[in-house]
């Protein structure tokens, strides 16, 4: 630092005595930049400035300097990707040393057109969580799913233990968005056991904000939306990479993650990454979960280049896994399924195999982005987006003979998206983003697998436009706002037992769907129109330096997904058979989110309730069983009520020293159906996290413990049925208890990190965990598989961390 403040200062020496013949374009403006709150160098920002081409890059002592300078009023921008940006006006008549402090946040809906495209955040006065890079590694051979349950108001909703869909505040599936690489993933969301086909490894930054959907990528999100954000961009030359090796006891596999990142100095820069994990069948403190492995690889690759002002970029990713479900969930009468349900055991255990045998199911999903972005002057940029995605999705059900091979749901989604968008910075203060959005998505449903078809032929288009706003006159005060509408289109081709259309009363309601009859079954053709409308608006403000609150409130409209819609059959994955309802309409639902925060000395604490009402909030229950040729099933259907979700989430911070620190998080969901005055199924009961590290920089270790607690969820529906079974000759009425939640639980996780080097930027980690140290035996209520099994017991893990 002293060497470059020596530089400058010789520097304006020598140009304050040189004489003004013309326009002087010589002027130098240097600093640093640091964190606002510890005031450490923050390394990669980026000083532009407005306009122009001209910018310069901070760097690991947060040093700047921007050269070349023409005397007269100028525009500065300063940002990061993990960083609120800030802007200045500056008057330039003299060179000049201007130091800036970034706030470490969540930033506003936009794109850093110099940060890789990131998204930079949602709406800044919504509650946002984020999982750091520490964080993803410890993660790396799990899923999404798991990793952001770490997060207070997230749950995961579990077929099995490899297969977790996110739910935040009580929703998942279409309720929640996931955005990655700037692009919502588009695959089949609508199952609760179709875990999000994303690799978790493949990105640096996931952000979550409660409720506060980004209207840029939707209306239709009132659970949340999660951000996944890939490594910055480095603008220079620079090559560095990371290997990431898991090895684990229970499953008695691992996994390998490798990615490479290279830049050049004139903006140019490309990205690989690929994955592997491999399991075999998982165990609990007594017994083996039969076909409970699974297998997984994927890859991606980044191409392009930016130079502050303009760029372009080519992103393109595939993932595939097989994963399988647990055997016993597979029954095959009515007396199976009651002792099924009433034992402690799983009715089938073989011994561990790295085998994948049916029930399981197969996934693919490619992704190809496509970016272009441009900024004129008086603050004008505009950006156009192209996206295509294909997800094959299979599930195979336990078959005989020349079958086996062939999936009983063969499905094959594709989907194209372009988004254009103009953003228009008014002022340093305003700031405006008008966009439109066109999509297509083309669903087959393979009618060749000897079964009915679960989810039949689609069309569906979605067409909408936004228009978002923001005012921050200052670092203490935000107030945000946007509207979006949306049309969606259905054009389904579906056959429907012609008992089936008559007995749900659609022969009545939609006669005009009818095309022709064929034996007991009848051809129809839906289609089906939702105009769906989506408004935010919040604020934030600080008082003093240790009090922030922000509050905001958001209306968004969702329409039925093809699940809730057209489900006609047995879900294989699920073991259900599953009735949508085409009478069903979009749900309404207005959210009110406050967030209030302190710092005090060394505690930090938030505390976060949340309420919404729900107006046609669509769910789906256990209705009793249904006899096949396969087997026997639980039905479950598809329904819709008004609903009422409160709750709130706390989180609290002790720093006892440099070196121990307590953790504690905490979340309860409560939510009601208004129209039946019963409580909603699955969700989540209270459950709370504790984390106590400790940190030995100067033995380069640290040690965390994590005790996770969850509590028995006392309010549920009675959704209980009765069936008449043959015992001993006699037929008796048994009853089928499909409602009663588990225990409650708690099991303690174990940390251990050896850092080869400097903690803060070691080039190498040893890391030990141990997960369930207790070998507690214990059933989930959010995992659909606990009516079957136990969850998994005592797992080892090592863990190696290469960077270079």
Known sequence: MIKHFLKITVLLFFLKGIPLWSQDCDFVISGTINDLHDGTPIYGAIISIEGSDNFAQTQENGFYILEGLCSGSVNLKIEHTECNPIKKKVSIDENAILDFELEHHINELEEIIISDNQLKGLNGNAKESRLNRDQIVRFSSQSLGDALTTLAGVSSLKTGNAIAKPMIHGMYGSRVGIVANGVRLRDQEWGSDHAPNIDLNAFQNVQLVKGAAALKYGGDTPGGIIVLSPPKIILGDSLFGQTIINAATNGGGGSLTSKLMKSTSNGYYINGQLTAKRFGDLTTPEYVLSNTGMKEINVSFKLGRSIVIKGWELNYSRFQNETGILRAAHIGNI??????????????????????????QQGLHQNIHLIYFNQFKDNFKWQLDYNYQVNTRKEFDVRRGVSVDIPAIDLKLQTQNVLANLKWNKTFSWEFEWGINAMLQDNFSNPNTGVKRLIPDYLKTELGSYFVGSYKPSNSFHWDWGIRLDQVDWDVQKYYGVSDWKTRGYDKVFPQFEVKETGTQILVNPKLKFINFAAQTGFSFEIGEQFETSFSYVLSQRSPNASELFSDGLHHSLATIEYGSLMLEKEISSKFLLSLSRTQGKLKGSVEPYFSRINNYIFIGPKGLQQTIRGAFPVWQYDATNALIWGVDASFDFNFSSQLNLDLNASYTRAQDLKNELP?????????????????????????????????????????????????????????????????????????????????????????????????????????MRFYANEIGRNFQFQLVYSY
């Open 335 to 360: 007396q199976d399924l009651l002792r099924a349900l009433e034992s402690n055991i799983p009715l089938r255990i073989e011994p561990f195999t790295y085998g994948i045998s049916a029930p399981k």
């Open 680 to 784: 909603i199924i699955n969700i989540p009961p209270f459950n709370s996290t504790q984390t106590i590290k400790y940190s030995s920089p100067k033995n380069r270790y640290d040690v965390e413990v994590v005790n996770h607690f969850v509590a028995r969820q006392k309010r549920f529906p009675d959704l209980n049925f009765s069936v008449k079974t043959l015992s001993e000759g006699s037929i008796i009425e048994q009853l089928v208890d499909v409602s009663t939640p588990p225990k409650a639980y708690q099991n303690l996780d174990l940390f251990f990190s050896v850092y080869l080097g400097n903690p803060n930027k070691s080039k190498t980690i040893l890391r030990f965990m141990i997960h369930n140290i207790t070998q507690t035996k214990y059933r989930d209520y959010l995992n659909r």
